[in-house]
């Protein structure tokens, strides 16, 4: 038997969050004023994932329903690609869906 406290730990190394900022990744001034501008159009004024759920809840979160990684991806800016989410909904919808499928290959 050896004494504890051998000091030696699992082959896994942590690795940094090395994501971006928000701001890098270019949910900037852009960003904050397009979301300002979709969400108080009438259509938008409601979470979309509410609505479908029944529920009537303020859309608070613009989303990209297909996930992109920055805004240099075309899909950033495409309107067809926004939804207006409440904060709760997008939190969910982040940390299921956009997870698993994060880079979508062809
Ligand atoms: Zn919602």
Redesign the pocket.
């Known amino acids: 038997m050896r004494a504890a406290g051998s000091g030696r730990r699992a082959g896994t190394r942590r690795r940094p969050d090395r994501r971006p900022t928000a701001a890098a990744r270019g949910y900037g001034s852009r960003w904050s004023r397009y979301r300002r501008t979709l969400l108080s159009r009438p259509e938008n004024a409601l ?1 979309g ?2 609505r479908a759920a029944g ?1 009537t ?1 303020a859309a608070t979160d613009v989303d990209h329903i297909d996930p992109v990684e920055s805004a240099e991806d075309p899909r950033f800016w495409d309107p067809d690609n926004h939804q207006a ?2 904060h ?2 997008h939190s969910i919808k982040t940390n299921t869906t956009d997870r698993d499928k994060g880079r979508r290959k062809r």
Do not use: P, Y
Request: aromatic residues 0%; hydrophobic residues 10%.
């Open positions: 979470c994932r509410c529920r809840r989410l409440c709760r909904c």
